[in-house]
């Protein structure tokens, strides 16, 4: 017998199953949709987060380590070392770094690390295999252009520092016309020559009076890291790098170039536990109400 309608109990079946499909189908749907949001929102958070303090901390490796400092950036005359700094009171993290690209090199060392002592006098340091004039070119090119040589200094690993003093991190700015300091500013001399310089006027300087020691360590250039622009409706700023200043001559972070590291920050901290610094940052989404990811990194 041939079919031609459906009957009133199966109309009544699929009014059912769409009534059904509709309750719980559209909130199926939205339920995909929030765990999809979710899980891209947190997978782009935990790999921003990831890479801001991976970069942080590959800085932060190379850094000397009792030059680092904490400062308020509302008032940069106030700084601390870092062991006596919480950094819910400092919000910028400041320190000096060895020049590791100018180390490697890209087939041998481009700064050997050590001073012939025998040919060294106070105004001149001989440092054999050093090639100045590669040295010069690569700050160069790292600085795009705005530091040199000219620009650098040296120390020795070892020796008596005091990290208010000695690096010039203290404000109004100061420039280091001696070598009574940590850092001692240099200049190309010959191809393997070191000229020891006064900070304001480039001329030669003197050594005179100063422990030099064989071995030395050459930098270009501070780094300094911290949340600038912060809303206070939102609670959050963006985390910035800065580099390519000189404390020695004066300069302060502000006057370096500015990289933007991450976007709606709500927390940068730090900590030392003894030369052992522990960084962490802290991201909010702006997709999530009350959602953020914290990442952590310790550098030796």
């Known amino acids: 017998m041939k079919k031609n309608a459906f009957t009133m ?3 009544i079946f699929v009014i059912v199953v769409m009534g059904i499909l509709a309750k719980f189908g559209v909130e199926l749907l939205a339920q995909i949709y929030n765990n999809f949001v979710h899980n ?31 400062r308020k950036s ?4 106030n700084f601390t070392s870092l062991s006596t700094a919480n950094s819910d009171d400092y919000n910028i ?3 000096v770094a060895t020049d590791i690209e100018g180390f490697r090199g890209s087939t041998k060392p481009l700064w050997s690390g050590i001073i012939d002592l025998d040919n060294s006098n106070a105004t001149l340091l001989k440092t054999p295999e050093t ?5 010069n070119d690569l700050i160069d090119a790292l600085s795009n252009g705005n530091s040199s040589l000219a620009n650098a200094a040296i120390y020795f690993p070892g020796s008596n520092t005091n990290v208010h003093t000695d690096y010039g991190w203290q404000r109004p700015t100061i420039k280091f016309t001696d070598q009574n300091h940590t850092m001692h500013p240099v200049k190309a001399g010959a191809i393997d020559e070191l000229v020891p310089r006064n900070a304001d006027t480039n001329a030669i300087n003197s050594l005179s009076g100063i ?6 360590q050459l930098a270009w250039t501070a780094y300094a890291v911290g949340i600038d622009d912060y809303n206070d409706s939102t609670n959050t700023g963006t985390l ?17 170039t500015e990289v933007k590291l991450m976007e709606n920050v709500s927390t940068f901290r730090y900590r ?3 030369s052992v610094v522990q960084i962490q940052v802290c991201t909010n989404s702006d997709l999530i109400e009350d959602y953020s990811i914290c990442k952590e990194k310790t550098v030796f």
């Open 74 to 77: 509302s008032d940069d005359t």
């Open 211 to 216: 422990d030099i020691y064989e071995n030395y």
């Open 40 to 70: 891209s929102v947190n997978s782009s958070l935990q790999e921003k987060s990831q890479n801001a303090v991976e970069l942080v901390g590959s800085r932060l490796q190379y850094r000397i380590k009792e030059s680092i400092i904490a």
């Open 240 to 256: 910035k790098l800065w580099y390519d200043y000189q404390p020695w001559e004066g300069e302060k972070y502000s006057d370096g």
């Open 272 to 274: 030392a536990i003894g």
């Open 9 to 11: 109990l199966e109309l």
């Open 131 to 135: 090639n100045t004039t590669a040295i």
């Open 93 to 95: 993290l400041e320190w």
